[in-house]
């Protein structure tokens, strides 16, 4: 039983490099999210999605994209990585209006 | 986007003291949750509040949930140093969105 599963966990990237964090999770969950964690700070909501075709804005979307092209993964893509990038970030999962199952983490520096 | 303000954002108290924090916004939710993390690792759930007025007791633990469904509060018996951590809560807004606070860091000393 898996359930969310995040790579990389560590990754460092050059300025104006791109990559893909991946998402997977084995729960059939609807709803995906990603968060990013500055140190010692709460989470900030990057993009969600509630299924399969379907994604949203959360509150710091610039600089990032998602697909959902199955209801299983959720790669989250960065473009021309800045050092304001760098940060944990958190994949989650949950059903409907129910509790959120986290990810270890991907910890990214952009250098 | 709606924010949720939490405080206080560090507290650092003794074993066996009591403790409360708050989770504040301007608008309502449909629910609220409030989080535990430990370093290295994600948030793991404590409780969901989804009723105005509503009172949830873990052990130690007391969730009040706002009569408005816009502030919530987590109320700590008798700290313990297990209880070292950053407290998360978390909003829902209308359409599944689930945005957090700030966190509070508890650091409890025996």
């Known amino acids: 039983n898996a359930g969310v599963t995040q790579t990389p966990k560590f990754r460092i990237l050059k300025i104006g490099q791109s990559m893909t964090l991946q998402c997977t999770q084995d729960?059939?969950?609807?709803?995906m999210y990603w968060y990013r964690q500055d140190p010692g700070m709460g989470l900030k909501l990057i993009y969600y999605?509630?299924?399969?075709?379907?994604?949203d804005k959360g509150e710091v979307p610039n600089g990032y994209n998602v697909s959902r092209s199955t209801t299983e993964d959720f790669p989250l893509r960065l473009e021309l990585a800045a050092p304001s990038q760098t940060s944990v970030y958190f994949c989650?999962?949950?059903?409907?209006?129910?509790?959120?199952?986290f990810g270890e983490g991907s910890r990214l520096t952009v250098l | 986007t709606q924010l949720l303000e939490q405080s206080p954002q560090f507290l650092s108290i003794q074993e066996g003291e009591n403790l409360t924090v708050y989770c504040n916004s301007s608008?309502?939710?449909?629910?609220l949750q409030w989080y535990r993390q430990e370093p290295g690792e994600g948030p793991v759930l404590l409780v969901t509040?989804?009723?105005?007025?509503e009172v949830k007791k873990l052990k130690r633990l007391t969730f009040q949930f706002g009569d408005a469904r816009k502030d919530s509060s987590l109320h700590i018996t008798a700290a313990q140093p297990g209880d070292t951590g950053l407290y998360l809560c978390?909003?829902?807004?209308?359409?599944?969105?689930?945005?957090f606070g700030a966190g509070t860091i508890l650091r409890v000393k025996s």
């Open positions: 989650a999962s949950r059903r409907v209006a129910g509790e959120l199952f």
């Open positions: 729960m059939n969950h609807n709803y």
């Open positions: 999605s509630v299924g399969a075709g379907i994604t």
């Open positions: 608008s309502v939710f449909s629910s």
């Open positions: 509040v989804v009723t105005g007025g």
């Open positions: 978390a909003g829902e807004e209308y359409g599944n969105k689930l945005v």
